[in-house]
């Protein structure tokens, strides 16, 4: 199996941990549900029709097989298919497999239907199949008893085999699956250290680079938490067999259970700029000076939309940047990154790169920084980052956006528990006196992130008490 595989199978077995806790409330003597497979069918993506930002949940086919008795004690066997969006189910199939969504949900969330409409119609049958819990734990289990049986075992013998197997070999069997995952975790452990060791800069994926997507959605690597630059010739060390690129530096992206990935397969070289050619790219930097350079050594285009990555020595720090093509000239346009070794980036600066505003030409960035450095902008609502509010180096704070973000959140179990027992008022002032007492030791993100699950806590709080 590989890692993607892996990936999919931990979600749906957990998945399926989640919602037997649901189906056994709905267990009575005379009626029994089983889950017969889960199938992870993708990602939903819409905007929030408060604040028009991106919001996106994983859509599950749940297959259910239903057992009642009558009154007779006569039994009769159904199958169901449900459909979920993150743990929740919103939707049903008739016996035309025509889906039947849940009549609140319909109606109280048309974009949300509409996107799981559009990621159904995309979506291949053959991809959901593919994707079936069953038919992954079966490829799973092949593996295993490959190695367990010093043999090649095809899917197709799984289930004979385990079914002659006594229980202490299927006890051996599991131990030896629970080692098997023991050694990876060890190797991604390992493969962390080496980043450590060997990253010149990191990069947060989750970090808005636009001033409204995160650099993880505009470079379309969904799963990675942080990326890393290191030198291409150490790639080797962080990911064993992995081919090296003819390039000063290379990109490793890293996911939250410490996976760390070489990512040649997710990226391409684009060769027409860097490592010495001669064509320009126009870049705005961190202190919003526009200039047109070939100093990138390393440009790396993502597959999957044609977005680009930049790496420029300076001094032996690595400057980055994000490109995308200019329309008319078609060549690359980009910000500087925030990483680990540069400063924060103004969000004017980052918003040249908002894609809802469409890729602008050379000239036309240019333009744009100049126009904030020559007019500035009013400090009374600023964030300044060099004690000097003349200069270009502050960000803009919109109270009033994140107090509805803030409103807006939602919990682990997809509910906005906030604006049920909050006012607006509350939130502002909540949040006011946290940037007061904490902006000097957290970012404007932390404290953000903060008030909201703080907020989240009392008012999951409040509710219970209320309930009681």
């Avoid at 080692?179 to 450590?196: A, G, R, W």
């Avoid at 630059?229 to 067999?241: A, D, L």
Wanted: with cysteine; net charge negative; hydrophobic share 25%.
């Amino acid at each position: 199996m590989n890692q993607k595989e892996r990936n999919i199978l931990k979600l749906e077995e957990s998945f399926r941990d989640t919602i037997e806790n649901d189906i056994l409330k709905q267990q009575t003597e005379n009626k029994k549900i089983k889950i017969k497979d889960i199938k992870l069918v993708g990602s939903a993506e819409w905007n929030d029709k408060i604040n028009g930002q991106k919001r996106a949940d994983v859509v599950l086919i749940v297959e259910k097989e239903i057992t009642e008795k009558d009154e007779n004690g006569k039994k009769r066997t159904t199958e169901q298919k449900n459909y979920y969006l993150g743990i929740k189910c919103i939707a049903g199939t008739l016996g035309n497999n025509q889906i039947i969504y849940n009549n609140t949900f319909a109606i109280s969330e048309p974009d949300k239907m509409k996107a799981i409409n559009e990621l159904l119609e995309a979506t291949p049958e053959e991809k959901i199949e593919k994707n079936s819990m069953n038919k992954l734990q079966t490829k799973e289990m092949a593996e295993i008893l490959s190695a367990h049986l010093g043999r090649p075992v095809a899917e197709e013998e799984v289930q004979k085999l385990i079914e002659d197997m006594d229980k202490q070999e299927i006890e051996e069997l599991s131990e030896e699956r629970e080692e098997q995952e023991e050694k990876k975790n060890k190797l991604n452990k390992k493969q962390t250290e080496k980043i450590k060791v060997n990253g010149i800069q990191k990069v947060d994926l989750n970090k808005k680079v636009d001033g409204k997507q995160t650099l993880g959605n505009r470079l379309d690597l969904k799963g990675y938490e942080s990326m890393y630059v290191v030198y291409s010739e150490n790639v080797e060390e962080i990911t064993p067999g992995t081919k090296k690129n003819n390039t000063t530096y290379s990109l490793v992206g890293v996911k939250s259970d410490g996976t760390a990935t070489v990512l040649n397969d997710e990226f391409e070289m684009d060769k027409s700029v860097g490592n010495g050619a001669t064509r320009n790219q126009t870049k705005v930097r961190a202190d919003s000076t526009a200039t047109r350079d070939n100093k990138d050594v390393s440009v790396y285009t993502r597959k999957s939309n044609g977005m680009s990555i930049g790496c420029e020595n300076d001094m032996g720090n690595v400057n980055m940047f994000l490109y995308q093509k200019t329309k008319e000239e078609n060549e690359n346009v980009g910000i500087q990154i925030e990483t680990s070794k540069t400063q924060v980036i103004p969000v004017e600066t980052r918003e040249i790169m908002n894609k809802n505003r469409g890729t602008y030409q050379g000239d036309k960035v240019k333009d744009e920084t100049q126009k904030h450095t020559d007019e500035e902008c009013k400090p009374k609502d600023v964030k300044d980052f060099d004690g000097d509010e003349n200069t270009v180096t502050h960000e803009h704070f919109d109270l009033e956006y994140y107090v509805q973000e803030i409103l807006n959140y939602e919990n682990d179990q997809g509910e906005e528990q906030i604006k049920e027992v909050f006012t607006a008022n509350e939130v502002r002032k909540k949040l006011l006196r946290e940037l007061k007492e904490k902006g000097n030791q957290l970012s404007q993100d932390q404290i953000i992130q903060g008030v909201k699950e703080e907020m989240n806590l009392d008012a999951e709080n409040l509710e219970r008490e209320h309930k009681r």
